[in-house]
């Protein structure tokens, strides 16, 4: 029986709008048959693997899922919270829902786009609020990339549809990587590991096909400021949200926030899915060639999760710091995403406030095309 996961926080608050966050969803528990239902969902949406729907179905079902569950479960098992029965990705979403209601005295409301709480669930909770008239979508992405952020928002708009919901204004959070209040909330988190010597600070970002990124992006793969140094040309064509250049500028922005010389913060991409090119340098290749470089004490962030999960526990905290202390490292130290702290609740609600104000943050019809599902 799956353990009931609360979607909707602050529904005593007499408001006229809420809050919806969005974040990817976890298995239901560590057990092979609920992670295989888990991969099956997330391996089957069309932005993550593109190719015909039969292809993808006989893909996932029959080759993929069958090798990757029961590894996968062993996985889930080191990072399971046995006393709460949930994961942490799970507990911190929740948390930061529970948190940013309380703050702005608004309903605040959790969807995952894989899993529970569902989206649709967060979504009908909030639609059965009978004051709300205006809900502001916030994906729990600092980076769009199609395979995140925007399968996040397309299928909320889809649930939407779906349920028949009654009508409400639709505000959507752009990806924050560059607002100053996730900025400082980000610095201040890795300033506190500074204390200590080091070698590098390693930004390790979420891998993503080269195939998601504009053409004229895909070149030079590995050179860590291809895009940032091209940031008029995304701009003159409307590329801003090239997921690469998202990345390069947060490479950029935590060097200038810490005030590291440049050479000493190195960005990675992690967590790759088959044979394919995706982006380069890949953490699991440079984390065997950090000492032999010089770099035997280095420490490790993950901007691009805001919740720290299997990625950031079992993939680098784990695995990573064993594969580097195995090639000659002496030191490896994991920083945590933000989290449900403080805060990043606080840069939350000051993002809201921003995006409340801006009149291009209304989802209208014409905008709500880009997300069609």
Avoid at 60 to 83: E, F, G, M, N, Q
Avoid at 169 to 181: K, M, V
Avoid at 259 to 283: A, C, I, K, N, T
Wanted: aromatic residues 10%; charged residues 25%; glycine residues 6%.
């Amino acid at each position: 029986m799956r353990t009931t996961r609360p979607c909707l926080f602050g529904a005593e608050f007499p408001a006229g709008r809420a809050t919806l966050l969005l974040n990817l969803g976890s298995p239901d528990s560590p057990s092979v048959p609920d992670v295989r239902d888990y991969l099956r969902t997330f391996l089957m949406d069309r932005r993550i693997i593109g190719i015909s729907y039969p292809l993808r179905y006989f893909l996932v079902h029959h080759l993929v899922v069958p090798r990757r569950a029961p590894k996968s479960a062993a996985h889930y098992r080191t990072i399971w919270d046995a006393d709460a029965q949930n994961f942490p990705l799970i507990s911190h979403s929740a948390s930061i829902a529970q948190q940013l209601s309380e703050l702005r005295r608004e309903p605040v409301a959790v969807g995952m786009r894989y899993g529970h709480p569902g989206t649709g669930e967060a979504l009908e909770a909030l639609a059965a609020l009978p004051d709300i008239e205006e809900v502001v979508i916030i994906p729990l992405y600092p980076h769009y990339a199609r395979s995140s952020y925007e399968t996040a928002v397309a299928f909320a708009l889809e649930e939407i549809r779906r349920l028949g919901l009654r009508p409400m204004r639709l505000r959507l959070q752009a990806p924050f990587y560059g607002e100053t209040a996730y900025r400082t909330a980000l610095a201040d988190s890795v300033r506190e590991y500074l204390t200590e010597p080091f070698d590098r600070l390693i930004i390790s970002m979420h891998g993503i096909p080269l195939s998601h990124i504009p053409k004229a992006c895909r070149e030079h793969n590995g050179h860590s400021a291809h895009c940032a140094d091209r940031r008029t040309w995304h701009e003159r064509h409307g590329e801003e949200d090239c997921y690469r250049l998202q990345c390069e500028e947060t490479r950029r922005y935590l060097a200038e926030d810490l005030g590291l010389e440049p050479e000493r913060v190195e960005l990675v991409y992690q967590s790759r899915l088959g044979f394919h090119d995706w982006l380069q340098p890949y953490m699991a290749r440079r984390v065997k060639e950090f000492a032999r470089e010089g770099a035997k004490r280095i420490l490790v962030v993950c901007p691009g999760f805001v919740c720290d999960c299997l990625e950031t526990i079992q993939e680098i905290d784990d695995q990573g710091r064993a594969d580097f202390l195995e090639a000659g490292g002496k030191s490896f130290t994991y920083i945590p995403c933000l989290n449900s702290s403080t805060a990043f609740v606080t840069a939350l609600s000051t993002l809201l406030d921003k995006t409340i104000a801006e009149p291009s943050a209304l989802l209208s019809a014409e905008n709500q095309r880009k997300y069609k599902y």
